[in-house]
Nanobody, 121 residues
Framework: QVQLVESGGGLVQAGASLRLSCVGP????????MGWFRQSPGKEREFVAA????????YIAASVKERFTISRDNGKATVYLQMNRLRPGDTAVYSC??????????????WGRGTQVTISA
């Protein structure tokens, strides 16, 4: 079982920035791709961003491109989601997940509990 813990969510006004963090297990973190997903009430879960194990490949969803970036620090076993120019439509629970391999295109097996992000107009 892989334990992932997210932090950094909160309530901010539109136009503000937030940086989410997700800490994973130090022993295995560097071997796996990591992803960020979000889900708001009544909507399906959305794949927001992902990064390969060695940070040589990333994915950012079209809906957040130019505003969100993903990065990781394997030494700290942490993946980050920098979110800029936030909009009310970005309101959701954001969860990180660990991939089943080093490439971001894979199955995401283990999930954190999520952190709430709320953007006021």
């Amino acid at each position: 079982q892989v334990q992932l813990v997210e932090s950094g969510g909160g309530l901010v006004q539109a136009g503000a920035s937030l940086r989410l963090s997700c800490v994973g297990p130090r022993r295995t973190f560097s071997r796996n791709a990591m992803g960020w997903f979000r889900q708001s009430p009544g909507k399906e879960r959305e794949f927001v961003a992902a990064i390969s194990a060695e940070s040589d490949s990333t994915y950012i969803a079209a809906s957040v491109k130019e505003r969100f970036t993903i990065s990781r620090d394997n030494g700290k076993a942490t993946v980050y989601l920098q979110m800029n120019r936030l909009r009310p439509g970005d309101t959701a629970v954001y969860s990180c997940a660990s991939g089943d391999g080093s490439a971001w295109r894979g199955v995401y097996e283990y999930w954190g509990r999520g952190t709430q992000v709320t953007i006021s107009a």
